[in-house]
């Protein structure tokens, strides 16, 4: 599959006053997005969090084959070493287990990506993510969630926003997806794509399409029997994976031994391991959406940092 040359972001004082509107257009399509989908779940029953810069424990990205990360910020503070947030998953665990059955947090996600992906269009060093859990749930629960929120959004959006999504050529393009979506399993894939997969279904799809069972980190349910992975993301056309969520795994022998089979460092997680092994981590399910890739889709942009108003684009560090 050849990759296109995309041309990277340009911030914002070097752009022209045509490409000023068009930077206008899709912060607006932004604003939308982030209404409807917090609407959406405040009117579902979600509390909203604030989000969390640093932390202790934070997302291991170990071993996801999917992650690229070059290097991880860790700092000291008051004489213990924190880490910038790569994302919530280990706070939305204890949250969800606790106090907050049913929880959502506008995120921010810093991830050092390794340069080689300035150019593909959909990775950026720092982003944020609309995340959630839910107590006592499945991933059939997920999926309904998501595909009501993302359905109501891209209904109003047409309804609402003609007249930017006319001015970024999408009026027509974008259509509201339909319902439920399609759900490949990542080992078909494999079977039909390679290794590659991931790149194939999102050249192949023309609306979002669900993949299960990717083998990830620990905190994603896993059945030790048949060996298959109770989790999932969303992938867009052109940009792939938008969202990356799991039914959780709760129960302490078995994160014990995949934080250990995984040479994950156990002492990040002592506090999920203590409530696992006390009955206090519920099971619970949820997922992260990539506001920048879902925005970048319904805008049209070449490449997501076009969706940031001060592009974060791997490989480069700007003024601002």
């Not at 997920?142 to 999408?170: G, P, T, Y």
């Not at 794509?193 to 279904?201: K, P, V």
């Amino acid at each position: 599959m050849i990759q296109q040359e995309i041309e990277l972001p340009k911030p914002l004082d070097q752009l022209t006053a045509t490409e000023l509107e068009r930077k206008a257009c899709i912060g607006k399509v932004m604003t939308y997005t982030l209404k409807s989908l917090t609407d959406t779940f405040v009117n579902k029953g979600f509390q909203w969090l604030l989000p969390v810069a640093l932390s202790q424990s934070t997302d291991p990205l170990w071993p996801d084959p999917g992650a690229s990360i070059e290097k991880r910020i860790e700092v000291d503070i008051y004489g213990k070493p924190v880490r910038t947030t790569a994302s919530m998953i280990i706070h939305k665990l204890v949250a969800s287990s606790t106090a907050y059955p049913k929880l959502f947090i506008l995120s921010p996600n810093i991830r050092i990506e390794k340069a080689e992906r300035a150019k593909t269009g959909k990775h950026i060093y720092e982003f944020t993510q609309l995340d959630f859990e839910m107590c006592n749930a499945e991933s059939k629960d997920v999926f309904s969630l998501v595909e009501d929120a993302i359905c109501i959004l891209i209904k109003d959006l047409k309804r609402e926003m003609n007249s930017e999504l006319s001015q970024l050529c999408r009026c027509e393009s974008i259509q509201v997806p339909k319902v439920p979506f399609k759900i490949y399993d990542r080992a078909e894939l494999e079977a039909k794509y390679g290794l590659d997969w991931e790149a194939g279904i999102a050249e192949e799809t023309t609306e979002p399409v669900w993949i299960t069972n990717i083998p990830r980190e620990f905190y994603d349910f896993e059945d030790f029997k048949t060996g298959k992975w109770d989790n999932y993301d969303l992938f867009l056309p052109q940009f792939g994976e938008v969202l990356s969520g799991a039914k959780r795994e709760y129960e302490y022998t078995k994160i014990l031994s995949k934080i250990e089979r995984d040479q994950v460092k156990k002492d990040n997680y002592s506090l999920v391991l203590k409530m696992a092994k006390d009955g206090r981590l519920k099971p619970t399910a949820g997922a992260g959406i990539g506001m920048e890739r879902l925005v970048g889709w319904i805008s049209g942009v070449k490449h997501i940092a076009e969706c940031q108003p001060f592009p974060r684009v791997p490989g480069s560090v700007q003024e601002l």
